[in-house]
């Protein structure tokens, strides 16, 4: 899968869905600093889901003219210890394979997916 992660996420968490074997590009070592718009459309350009901790984006996806992007990853999570965390991400992400064209905001024990718009 083509993943973009949000800089909010974790290096380590990157590293984690690399080794699974999905594309993982990471905002935080690309292009520190962007703002959510401009991460909304490179998901967009790069045909890239886009795992985050950042509630911002549904916001701007569904209430603004934002670009659409491919999928959207919301993890809603306590604090977790590193290898807890890079283990909840990786397996949630390799247990679906319907994440595209979708806002999925996933917690323990439930994800709940809500289509795109123009998707």
Avoid: C
């Amino acid at each position: 899968m083509r993943l973009l992660a949000d800089e909010n996420i974790p290096l380590p968490v990157a590293t984690g869905l690399r080794e699974d074997g999905h594309d993982v590009d990471w905002v935080g070592a690309d292009t520190p600093g962007i703002d959510d718009r401009t991460v909304l459309q490179r998901t967009e350009d790069e045909k890239r889901i886009l795992p985050t901790f950042d509630k911002d984006f549904g916001t701007l996806v569904f209430r603004t003219s934002a670009s659409s992007p491919v999928g959207i990853l919301l993890f809603r999570l306590p604090p977790l210890p590193k290898d807890e965390l890079v283990q909840f991400v990786v397996e949630t992400v390799r247990e679906q394979d319907d994440w595209r064209g979708h806002f999925a905001v996933i917690e323990y024990g439930r994800v709940r997916m809500r289509p795109l718009p123009n998707s």
